[in-house]
Every structure is written in structure tokens, then in C-alpha cells.
């Protein structure tokens, strides 16, 4: 997404968290975007050297991001699983 301009990724954004919402499965989304992550993520896995090393909540992310690890992946999972 990172050579859409700004309104396209927000929309397409939208649209993700909108189709996985609608058919309530578990997804996987791999950025290095923070702000990507906080946006479209439930919970958001640190990694490093192809492990990771911590998992987080999107506010967490915010509140303590420059104490995390640079490199990121996204795990969506369902609200039901969350709660």
C-alpha cells in the first residue's frame, strides 16, 4: 500500500477491515507501517530476525512506540476473539 496515494489507501484500508469483518475470519497483514498497523490491527506481533518477540494492542503500539521493536507484522483476528 505504500505507493498509494493517501485517499486510496484509506479506502482500500477501510475496505479491508470491512471484508474481514463481514466474513469473520482471522487474517494476517504484514506492514512496516506503525500507523498502518494501529489502524487495521486487533493485536499487532512484534518480530525480529523472523521471530516474534512481543505482542501488543494497537494503543500500546502508540503509547510505546519507540521502545518496540522496528520491524512489525499485523494479526487481525475476530472481535469474538478478542473479547
Given at each position: 500500500?505504500?505507493?498509494?496515494?493517501?485517499?486510496?489507501?484509506?479506502?482500500?484500508?477501510a475496505?479491508?477491515?470491512?471484508?474481514?469483518?463481514?466474513?469473520?475470519?482471522?487474517?494476517?497483514?504484514?506492514?512496516?507501517?506503525?500507523?498502518?498497523?494501529?489502524?487495521?490491527?486487533?493485536?499487532?506481533?512484534?518480530?525480529?530476525?523472523?521471530?516474534?518477540?512481543?505482542?501488543?494492542?494497537?494503543?500500546?503500539?502508540?503509547?510505546?512506540?519507540?521502545g518496540?521493536?522496528?520491524?512489525h507484522?499485523?494479526?487481525?483476528?475476530?472481535?469474538?476473539?478478542?473479547?
Amino acid at each position: 500500500m505504500s505507493s498509494l496515494d493517501a485517499e486510496l489507501k484509506t479506502d482500500l484500508m477501510a475496505e479491508l477491515k470491512n471484508l474481514q469483518s463481514a466474513l469473520d475470519a482471522s487474517t494476517v497483514y504484514i506492514t512496516h507501517d506503525r500507523a498502518e498497523a494501529r489502524v487495521m490491527a486487533c493485536r499487532v506481533a512484534l518480530m525480529r530476525n523472523g521471530r516474534i518477540t512481543q505482542i501488543v494492542t494497537p494503543h500500546e503500539l502508540r503509547e510505546r512506540g519507540s521502545g518496540l521493536n522496528d520491524v512489525h507484522v499485523q494479526i487481525e483476528v475476530p472481535r469474538a476473539e478478542v473479547e
